[in-house]
């Protein structure tokens, strides 16, 4: 399927015209609710692992930030993988109590 500018647009005016300045807001607090704390949860791992990798000198390297960048990447993500999966399910209208896994 091609996506034109014109088609991008037309979408947009379809939104404004059937749901008004609400439409373009749909969606936005499951992800709202999702990032905030993962953003917390990574940048607080970042900080952490920044200090655990520190060397004597007191400085990090690049590979030293980029092992603590990876590393707080997936803390934050596996704190959050449970809340991130109901998260998805609740913004494409699948969560309920019939499915449960």
């Known amino acids: 399927?091609?996506?034109t500018i014109?088609?991008?647009l037309q979408a947009l005016v379809s939104i404004g015209k059937d749901d008004g300045i609400k439409g373009y807001w749909k969606g936005n607090?499951?992800?709202v609710i999702r990032v905030v704390p993962y953003s917390a949860v990574q940048l607080f791992a970042y900080e952490t692992y920044?200090?655990?990798f520190t060397g004597k000198d007191g400085e990090?390297?690049?590979l030293e930030r980029l092992a603590a960048g990876a590393c707080a990447g997936m803390t934050s993500t596996f704190v959050f993988w449970e809340l991130i999966r109901l998260m998805k399910l609740w913004?494409?209208?699948v969560l309920c109590s019939c499915h449960s896994r």
Do not use: F, R
Request: proline share 6%; aromatic share 0%.
């Open 1 to 3: 399927m091609l996506v």
């Open 6 to 8: 014109g088609s991008k």
């Open 29 to 31: 607090l499951p992800q």
């Open 50 to 52: 920044k200090k655990l």
């Open 60 to 62: 990090l390297s690049v």
């Open 91 to 93: 913004a494409n209208g």
